[in-house]
């Protein structure tokens, strides 16, 4: 008689969504800034617990999430705000302008595939100017296999775009947050000595020492069943961050 087999769901942080075994929420930090960041993410991405576009939410609560459904549109009003200048983070979009006050600022980004960005900038392109930043460089996002040179993450651009208005503090602070998430990311899936590459060049060895010490303590062995951390497949590139310049959550 066959048996059948009941696979449990991966219990996982509530707020970080990595592991207990890895969860970062002690050296989770509040990003300010004064441009208004706003995520349309699509929502088969709304699933997708690397998704840069909800660890924008977390860090930083004054940022607006908007879930995108093609059968129930938003409304213009539902996103932008008064007084502000829209931007649409996209690849098709005209040469970053010359820098406004930040403050007067909104930027819209859209997380989700490739494919999935050009339906989103159809249904919101005509809010707003869309933009598109250069972008160089090797991304930083190793979750995800990339599909071409010059694709990064959805959080890159924010952070390609802040540090164009000259935002550095918090340039420098979301981006250890960032960092942060892709290190643990990759340490619950197993991939130890590619974390260990990551960690080589990033700031996140300076700014949280203690947390990093405790993430890499020895826990007991608790095999091979579901949850146990036992390595995932890396996830394919699904476009996260497709407000990136082509050219690479």
Known sequence: MSRSVVLRETPRCPHCQLTPRWCICAGERRVDSPLQVDV??????????????????????????????????????????????????????????????PARLQVLL???????????????????????????????YWLRTQAGEGRFSTIEALL?????????????????????????????RGFKEKAAAYLATSPIRAAFPELLARLDERRPNTGSAPGSGAPAPEEKDRGDGTAAEPGRE
């Open 160 to 188: 390609f775009l802040m540090a164009a208005l000259g935002l550095a503090e918090a340039h420098a602070a979301l981006r250890a947050q960032f960092e942060l998430h892709v290190y643990a990311t990759l340490r619950a």
């Open 40 to 101: 349309l993410l699509h929502f088969m991405e709304s699933y997708r617990p690397s998704s840069t576009g909800h660890l924008i939410k977390r860090v930083m609560p004054a940022s607006g999430q908007h879930l995108f459904r093609k059968q129930e549109p938003l409304r213009r009003e539902q996103v932008v705000q008064p007084g502000r200048e829209l931007w649409i983070l996209h690849p098709q979009g005209e040469e970053l302008p010359a820098a406004p006050d």
């Open 110 to 140: 859209l997380d989700g595939t490739w494919t999935q960005a050009t339906a989103m900038a159809q249904q919101v392109g005509a809010w707003g100017r869309r933009v598109r930043l250069p972008m160089r460089g090797e991304s930083r």
